[in-house]
T-cell receptor
Framework: GAVVSQHPSRVICKSGTSVKIECRSL??????MFWYRQFPKQSLMLMAT?????????EQGVEKDKFLINHASLTLSTLTVTSAHPEDSSFYIC???????????FGDGTRLSIL | AQKITQTQPGMFVQEKEAVTLDCTYD???????LFWYKQPSSGEMIFLIY??????QNATEGRYSLNFQKARKSANLVISASQLGDSAMYFC????????????FGAGTRLAVHP
C-alpha cells in the first residue's frame, strides 16, 4: 500500500527555535499533501492544504507566517514551525493523496514539545 | 458547511463480540466520501474503510463494515469479532466535493476491547 514517511517523529527544543518537519510519499506521487494538528484527546484539525508548485491554502485561524509550508516536489512537503513557543507543542501529522476520492495516507506524526 | 458527529466518546466491547461505532454527518452536497480511520496510542492514522455517497452497497473490508444510511446521513462502523488489538481511537471523516480530498474529522470514539 501507499507509504507516507514523516520525520522527525519526536522533537524537543527550546522556545524560539524553528522546527522543520518533512513529509514524504515513498511509493506514489502526491498531488496534494495535508498538514494536521492534534491536541491531546482531541480530533485532527486541518491546518493547511499543500499543492506541489503552488502556495499552500491555510485554514481559518492558522497563521501563515508561523507555519510555513513548502511543497517542492510531488513527493515532499515540509512544515516549518517558526520561532516555536510552548503553545505550539502538539502532535503534527501529515497526509498525502492523489486526485479523486482516494483515501489519504498518513505519516506517523511528529510530537513537538517546546520547552 | 460540512460536519461530522461522533456521539460516543468511549465504547467498550468484549473480545470476539461485534461493536458499532456511530457517525452522522451533515452536508448539502450530493457527492461526498466517508472514511473511517483508526488511531492507536502510537499516533499513526490507519485507513480502514471508504464509502462513496453514490455507492449502493455498504462497504466491507475484512472485519470492518460500514452501515451507510444515506437518508439518515449516518455511516456507522461495525467491527466484527473484536480483537484486543482493536483498542484505539476511531475517527469518522468526510471528504466533500471540490477537489483536493480535504478531510473533515469527527471528534473520535475511544474503543476498549476487554478480554
Amino acid at each position: 500500500g501507499a507509504v507516507v514517511s514523516q520525520h522527525p517523529s519526536r522533537v524537543i527544543c527550546k522556545s524560539g527555535t524553528s522546527v522543520k518537519i518533512e513529509c514524504r510519499s515513498l511509493d506514489f506521487q502526491a498531488t496534494t499533501m495535508f498538514w494536521y494538528r492534534q491536541f491531546p484527546k482531541q480530533s485532527l484539525m486541518l491546518m493547511a492544504t499543500s499543492n506541489e508548485g503552488s502556495k499552500a491554502t491555510y485554514e481559518q485561524g492558522v497563521e501563515k507566517d508561523k507555519f510555513l509550508i513548502n511543497h517542492a516536489s510531488l513527493t515532499l512537503s515540509t512544515l516549518t514551525v517558526t520561532s516555536a513557543h510552548p503553545e505550539d507543542s502538539s502532535f503534527y501529522i501529515c497526509s498525502a493523496s492523489t486526485l479523486g476520492n482516494q483515501p489519504q495516507h498518513f505519516g506517523d506524526g511528529t510530537r513537538l514539545s517546546i520547552l | 458547511a460540512q460536519k461530522i458527529t461522533q456521539t460516543q466518546p468511549g465504547m467498550f466491547v468484549q473480545e470476539k463480540e461485534a461493536v458499532t461505532l456511530d457517525c452522522t454527518y451533515d452536508t448539502s452536497d450530493q457527492s461526498y466520501g466517508l472514511f473511517w480511520y483508526k488511531q492507536p496510542s502510537s499516533g499513526e492514522m490507519i485507513f480502514l474503510i471508504y464509502q462513496g455517497s453514490y455507492d449502493e452497497q455498504n462497504a466491507t473490508e475484512g472485519r470492518y463494515s460500514l452501515n451507510f444510511q444515506k437518508a439518515r446521513k449516518s455511516a456507522n462502523l461495525v467491527i466484527s469479532a473484536s480483537q484486543l488489538g482493536d483498542s484505539a481511537m476511531y475517527f469518522c471523516a468526510m471528504n466533500p466535493p471540490g477537489g483536493y480530498n480535504k478531510l473533515i474529522f469527527g471528534a473520535g470514539t475511544r474503543l476498549a476491547v476487554h478480554p
